[in-house]
């Protein structure tokens, strides 16, 4: 069966950097979408970032840009997610979540387009 284990959570300073990683085992990893969500206490789980099957086509929401970066290495069977000048409000749970298919019409930021999901990694930024 798909899993998706997360690491890399921890928790760091304002302002520093950190990387995510989600490994990926029981699929076709080259055939399956990416995405990354976050969920703090109490809020809904949010979109952070998505990455197509061949990493051509990276999405992020607005107010994330410049700061999160989602990458993949096929031959490993890994989603990255780099994060910098994290602040405070980034505290929170991230989720690796995976969809098999090409289609880059189905929107990455809808949490029920994702099929897998992982359990999740904290990441606490203290100010």
């Known amino acids: 069966q798909v899993q998706l284990v997360e690491s890399g959570g921890g928790v760091v300073q304002a302002g520093d950097s950190l990387t995510l990683t989600c490994a990926a085992s029981?699929?076709?990893?080259?055939?399956?979408?990416l995405a990354w969500f976050r969920q703090a206490p109490g809020k809904d789980r949010e979109f952070v970032g998505g990455?197509?099957?061949?990493?051509?086509?990276?999405y992020y929401p607005e107010v994330m840009k410049g700061r999160f970066s989602i990458s993949r290495d096929n031959a490993e069977k890994t989603v990255y997610l780099q994060m910098s000048s994290l602040k405070s409000e980034d505290t929170a749970v991230y989720y690796c979540?995976?969809?098999?298919?090409?289609?880059?019409?189905?929107?990455?930021?809808?949490?029920?387009?994702?099929?897998?999901w992982g359990q999740g990694t904290q990441v606490t930024v203290s100010s």
């Open positions: 979540a995976a969809r098999a298919g090409r289609s880059l019409i189905t929107r990455f930021d809808y949490r029920a387009n994702w099929n897998y």
């Open positions: 029981g699929l076709t990893f080259s055939e399956y979408a």
């Open positions: 990455i197509s099957w061949n990493g051509l086509h990276k």
